[in-house]
C-alpha cells in the first residue's frame, strides 16, 4: 500500500515562534524549542515528532513569516 | 525512510514565493499580515503579473509592505490609497494596481476616498486588513473595533453611546454599482488561507479584465493589540468578530 | 498643431496648454475661480485625442492623491484649485515634494482667510512659497500676470517640475483665471511614450521588470541620518533651483528713483500707474517676481542701491514685502500698499498710496 511520506523545515533564524504552525498541524508534529531561542530571541520550531508528518503543509500555509518548506514523497510499502 | 531521503529539492511541495523576499518581517509574531503578504506575493507570482504590479501601501502596520514584496510600490498618505491607485491605474490601464490597507486606513480616515474609488468602479482590487483596532499606533480603537472590545483609547471597552457603532464597510461597499466583487475572508486556518488566495486571486483578475472594484476583506487578528497568543487570537476571532463580520462572498456579479 | 491664436480666460488657457503640452493626466474639483480649467478639459475630451486622462475626482484631498500615484509612475500629471481647496491638497503636497515627484498644481487665489469669497485675491503668498504643508520644502511658484502666461507657464511649470523632479506652482488669482485676452497657445507636443518615460524617470513606479530592481515611492525614512540626508537633498536641490531659476521683468528701472514690487494681476495695475505718474516727471519703475519661489533676490539686491524706496503692491495684508525687505537688505524704506477681502486697487488709491508713503517724490 502506498504512503506519504513528509518532512518540514524551518527556517530558525526567520521564526518568531508564534506557535501557529503547532496548532494547525493535524498530526502534532511541531513544537517550539522549548529552551533554545534564534537571534532575536524567539523560540523557534521544529520537528519533535517527524515520523508523523504527512506533509499536509498545513503549518506552512498559516505561517505568517514564510518559514517553513514542506516536502513530500509516495513511497510503497 | 530517512528524513533527509525526503527533504530534496524533488520532493518540495511548500516554499515561500520568491517575491515574498527575505527580509525580516517587522510584523509581531502570529500577524496575519503576514499571510497576506505571502498570499499576493504567491498569486502575483502564478499570473505572472511581476511587471504589472503596482501596489499601494497604507499608513499603518503595513506602510513597510514595500520591503517584504518585491514588486513596484507607492507609499501613499493615511487613507488616500484608493486616490493614488485611481492615478496610478487611470493613467497605466495596462497595469494590475491593488490597494492594502488597514481599518482605520480604509474606513476612518479614508472612507471618502475608498467608498468613491468603489463608487466610479475603478478598476482597482483593494486588500482591507480589518483587525478592530489601530495596530502600528498602540492600538487604540477602529471604526470596526466590537462593541465592548477593550482598546487603548476604549479602555473599559467599546461602549456604542459613546463611541458609535461597528463599522461593517464591505456590505455597504457591495451596495455600489462600481463593485464587482466583494468578498470577507480569513487566513487563521489552512482551509481559510486558501480560500482568501482564491479571492484575491480573482480580485486581481477583475482588475485586469477592468470589470470595476474589488474588496476582498480579510478579517484578522491583532494579538499584540488584543493582549492574547497568535493561538487565543484566532480563536477570540472566530468567537467574536465572525459574528459581526462574518466570511463569505457578499457580491461576485463575475461568477 | 503649431501655434495658435485664440482669445481665451485664463482658466481656460490653462486647459488648452495642458492638451498641447501632452500632460498625461488632470485630477480637478471644482471650486470658484477656477471651475472653467476642468469645464474646458471635459469640453475638450482630449482622451479621445492625445489620450490624456481628466477626472473631476471627490474631493482635493483625493485629486492631489490621484496626481500622487499618477506621477509615481512618471506620468506628467496636474490638479488645479482655489484657495480653500489649495489648503486641502497640502497633505498631497507635501508628499509629493517628500516623495521628489514632479507635478504641476494651479491655484487660482481668491480671498481668505477660511471660506472667504470667490472675489481675487493673493493672500496665499505665503503658503505657496514657505511650503504649505508640514515639513522643510519648497515649491516652484509661477505667478502669471497675463493669460499669455496662464498658457506659457504651463510648460515652464512642467519643465522646470520634471528638471528638479520636484512640484512645481501656478499661482494665479482670480483676475487672471476670470479675465479674456488673445493667446499664441504654444506648439503641441505629443506625450511622452512609455519607453521615454522609462528612460527619463528610471524611479518611476511601471511594474518591475526582471531588468531592474523594484521601484518605491515613499516618503517614509525611519532611520534619522537617512532621513537627514534625504532632507539635505531636497535642500542641494533647492539651491540649485535658487541659484539656477530665478525669473523676473523689470520695467522702467534703469533711471527710477523709486520702485513698485508686484506680481500677477497687480503688476499690471501698477505699471498702469507708473505710465501715469513719469507723465509728471516721477520716475518710477516696476519689478515684477515671475518665480514667487525661488525670490528673485539678485534684482532686488542691485536696485536697492539705486531707488529711494519701494512700494510693495499685493492682495493681501502684506506677505511678498517680506522677501522683499530681506532681499534689499532694509537699504532702503519698503513700504506695503494691499486692499483685501476681493477688492482690487484702482489706480488713484495706489498713486495715493505711494505719495503717502514717499512724499519727497512729488518734488
Excluded at chain 1, 524551518?10 to 494547525?24: H, P, S, T
Excluded at chain 2, 499608513?59 to 484608493?82: L, Q, S, T
Excluded at chain 3, 482690487?344 to 498713486?351: A, D, F, G, M, Q
Aim: charged share 20%; net charge neutral.
Amino acid at each position: 500500500m502506498a504512503k506519504i511520506l513528509g518532512a518540514v523545515t524551518v527556517n530558525k533564524e526567520r521564526c518568531k515562534g508564534c506557535d501557529l504552525c503547532v496548532v494547525a498541524c493535524p498530526k502534532d508534529v511541531l513544537q517550539l524549542q522549548p529552551k533554545e531561542v534564534n537571534n532575536r530571541g524567539y523560540h523557534f520550531a521544529f520537528m519533535k515528532n517527524p515520523k508523523a508528518c504527512i506533509g499536509c503543509a498545513a503549518c506552512a500555509t498559516v505561517c505568517p513569516d514564510g518559514c517553513i518548506e514542506v516536502y513530500r514523497v509516495k513511497v510503497n510499502d | 525512510m530517512n528524513i533527509n531521503d525526503i527533504i530534496k529539492p524533488e520532493n518540495l511541495v511548500y516554499a515561500k514565493p520568491r517575491l515574498l523576499n527575505d527580509n525580516h518581517m517587522h510584523y509581531c509574531p502570529g500577524c496575519s499580515h503576514g499571510v497576506v503578504h505571502k498570499l499576493i506575493a504567491e498569486v502575483i507570482e502564478e499570473m505572472g503579473l511581476e511587471d504589472k504590479a503596482i501596489g499601494i501601501a497604507p499608513v499603518g502596520c503595513a506602510v513597510f509592505a514595500y520591503n517584504y514584496i518585491d514588486i513596484d510600490w507607492i507609499e501613499a498618505a493615511h487613507g488616500r490609497a484608493p486616490a493614488v491607485a485611481t492615478g496610478a491605474k487611470r493613467l497605466n490601464p495596462e497595469n494590475l494596481v491593488f490597494s492594502y490597507q488597514g481599518d482605520g486606513d480604509l474606513s476612518a480616515i479614508g472612507t471618502c476616498e475608498t467608498i468613491h474609488a468603489a463608487n466610479r468602479g475603478e478598476n482597482i482590487a483593494m486588500i482591507f486588513i480589518n483587525n478592530g483596532i489601530y495596530g502600528m499606533t498602540g492600538g487604540q480603537m477602529a471604526p470596526t473595533t466590537l462593541e465592548g472590545m477593550k482598546t487603548s483609547t476604549t479602555p473599559y471597552g467599546r461602549r456604542a453611546d459613546l463611541n458609535g457603532y461597528p463599522l461593517a464597510i464591505s456590505p455597504l461597499l457591495a451596495q455600489l454599482d462600481g463593485t464587482c466583487y466583494v468578498t470577507r475572508q480569513a487566513v487563521h486556518t489552512p482551509v481559510a488561507v486558501r480560500k482568501a488566495k482564491a479571492a484575491i486571486r480573482q480580485a486581481f483578475e477583475n482588475s485586469m479584465n477592468g470589470l470595476g472594484t474589488s474588496l476582498v476583506e480579510i478579517v484578522s487578528t491583532c494579538n499584540s493589540g488584543w493582549k492574547m497568543t497568535p493561538a487565543q487570537s484566532n480563536k477570540w476571532m472566530e468567537e467574536n468578530m465572525f459574528k459581526k463580520y462574518p466570511l463569505g462572498d457578499i457580491k461576485n456579479t463575475v461568477k | 498643431m503649431n501655434e495658435e491664436v485664440k482669445l481665451l480666460k485664463g482658466n481656460e488657457a490653462i486647459a488648452l496648454a495642458a492638451i498641447r503640452y501632452g500632460v498625461d493626466g488632470y485630477f480637478g474639483y471644482p471650486i470658484t475661480p477656477q471651475s472653467e480649467i476642468l469645464e474646458t478639459l471635459e469640453a475638450e475630451m482630449p482622451w479621445e485625442t492625445t489620450g490624456m486622462v481628466v477626472l473631476q475626482a471627490e474631493s482635493e484631498v483625493a485629486a492631489i492623491n490621484m496626481v500622487y500615484g499618477g506621477a509615481a509612475s512618471g506620468k506628467a500629471v496636474m490638479t488645479s484649485s482655489s484657495s480653500p481647496g489649495i489648503s486641502l491638497k497640502q497633505e498631497g503636497i507635501s508628499y509629493l515634494a517628500a516623495s521628489e515627484l514632479p507635478a504641476l498644481i494651479v491655484n487660482v487665489m481668491r480671498g481668505g482667510p477660511g471660506l472667504g469669497t470667490i472675489h481675487p485675491s493673493q493672500a496665499d503668498y505665503f503658503q505657496a512659497t514657505k511650503g504649505g504643508g508640514h515639513g522643510d520644502y519648497h515649491l516652484i511658484v509661477l505667478a502669471p500676470k497675463t493669460v499669455q502666461e496662464m498658457a506659457d507657464f504651463v510648460y515652464l511649470g512642467f519643465d522646470l517640475a520634471f528638471k528638479y523632479r520636484t512640484p512645481a506652482m501656478i499661482l494665479a488669482d482670480g483676475i487672471v483665471g476670470q479675465m479674456m485676452e488673445k493667446v499664441v497657445l504654444p506648439p503641441a507636443r505629443p506625450r511622452r511614450t512609455k519607453e521615454q518615460i522609462a528612460e527619463q524617470c528610471p524611479w518611476a513606479v511601471t511594474g518591475k521588470p526582471s531588468s531592474r530592481k523594484q521601484n518605491v515611492v515613499t516618503s517614509l525614512e525611519l532611520d534619522t541620518a537617512k532621513m537627514e540626508e534625504n532632507n539635505n537633498r531636497f535642500q542641494r536641490t533647492y539651491s540649485l533651483i535658487e541659484q539656477n531659476e530665478q525669473r523676473y521683468e523689470e520695467y522702467l528701472t534703469q533711471d527710477a528713483d523709486y520702485l513698485f514690487v508686484a506680481f500677477g494681476s497687480m503688476a499690471r495695475i501698477c505699471q498702469k500707474v507708473i505710465d501715469d505718474m513719469r507723465t509728471q516727471g516721477i520716475k518710477v519703475g516696476l519689478v515684477r517676481p515671475i518665480t514667487l519661489w525661488p525670490f528673485p533676490t539678485e534684482v532686488f539686491d542691485r536696485l536697492s542701491q539705486q531707488v529711494k524706496g519701494m512700494l510693495v503692491v499685493e492682495l493681501n495684508a502684506g506677505q511678498m514685502i517680506e522677501d522683499v525687505k530681506l532681499a534689499s537688505q532694509c537699504r532702503v524704506p519698503v513700504h506695503h500698499y494691499g486692499r483685501l477681502g476681493g477688492i482690487v486697487p484702482n489706480l488713484k488709491e495706489i498713486s495715493e498710496a505711494f505719495f503717502n508713503s514717499f512724499p519727497d517724490a512729488k518734488k
